[in-house]
Every structure is written in structure tokens, then in C-alpha cells.
Nanobody
Framework: QVQLVESGGGVAQAGGSLRLSCTAS????????AAWFRQAPGRAREFVAA???????????YYADSVKGRFSIARDNNRDTVSLQMNDLKPEDTAVYYC?????????????????WGQGTQVTVSS
């Protein structure tokens, strides 16, 4: 497992932007995947986006349909950091956002497939 710490988040108006960052400590290997999940009040945690933590084999990032075209996940290998750029925010994007990691590169969108988690950061979008 690795240790993950999120930063960023906060409050934005609908149509605005926010950027989240996730910094890892511990041993990140080329076969790890980083992901973002979110959990709104009263709802289950849901997948947002994921990307291989290293640029291994050119595997692309993948996204939930609800955020495609608005959110972008990216990695900074020099800092072991993964970011989530969120544009054109909507009130329904309001949630606690979690960074997660797993060993393996197959596309996985299920919470149970990830074994390392950050503490979460709140994102609130006002209408």
C-alpha cells in the first residue's frame, strides 16, 4: 500500500473550475493505477477517473460518463502526484473526493478494487 494525501477542493460556482491533487508516499511501481472517486451525501462512493501512475505502455486515462469532457486526470511522475482538473462544474459534482490507488493496470471502476485511499477533500458547487 501507499499513503495518499489530497489537496485542493473548496467552493466554486456552477460553471467554474477547481483542481485537486493527490501526492503519494511509499513505493509507487509501474504497475499501479491512480484514481479519483467521490461520495455525495446519502449516496454510495462512485468512480470518477483513473490513470496509470507511470506512463506504462501508453495506457490512457478513463472517466465516468458523468464527467467526460469536463474533468481531466493527469500525473506528474517527478512528484508522484496525480491531479484532477475539474471544469464546467455542476451542483451535482458536490461531494467528498477521494484519491485511491491499486496494483494493476486493467480498467477498474469498482471501489473494492482499490486498496489505498486518501482522507478525502470536500468540493462544493453552488448554483
Amino acid at each position: 500500500q501507499v499513503q495518499l494525501v489530497e489537496s485542493g477542493g473548496g467552493v466554486a460556482q456552477a460553471g467554474g473550475s477547481l483542481r485537486l491533487s493527490c501526492t503519494a508516499s511509499g513505493r509507487i511501481v509501474s504497475s499501479y493505477t491512480a484514481a479519483w472517486f467521490r461520495q455525495a451525501p446519502g449516496r454510495a462512493r462512485e468512480f470518477v477517473a483513473a490513470i496509470p501512475w507511470r506512463n506504462w505502455g501508453g495506457r490512457p486515462a478513463y472517466y465516468a460518463d458523468s464527467v467526460k469532457g469536463r474533468f481531466s486526470i493527469a500525473r506528474d511522475n517527478n512528484r508522484d502526484t496525480v491531479s484532477l482538473q475539474m471544469n464546467d462544474l455542476k451542483p451535482e459534482d458536490t461531494a467528498v473526493y477521494y484519491c485511491a490507488a491499486r496494483s494493476g493496470l486493467t480498467q477498474q471502476t469498482t471501489e473494492s478494487q482499490y486498496d489505498s485511499w486518501g482522507q478525502g477533500t470536500q468540493v462544493t458547487v453552488s448554483s
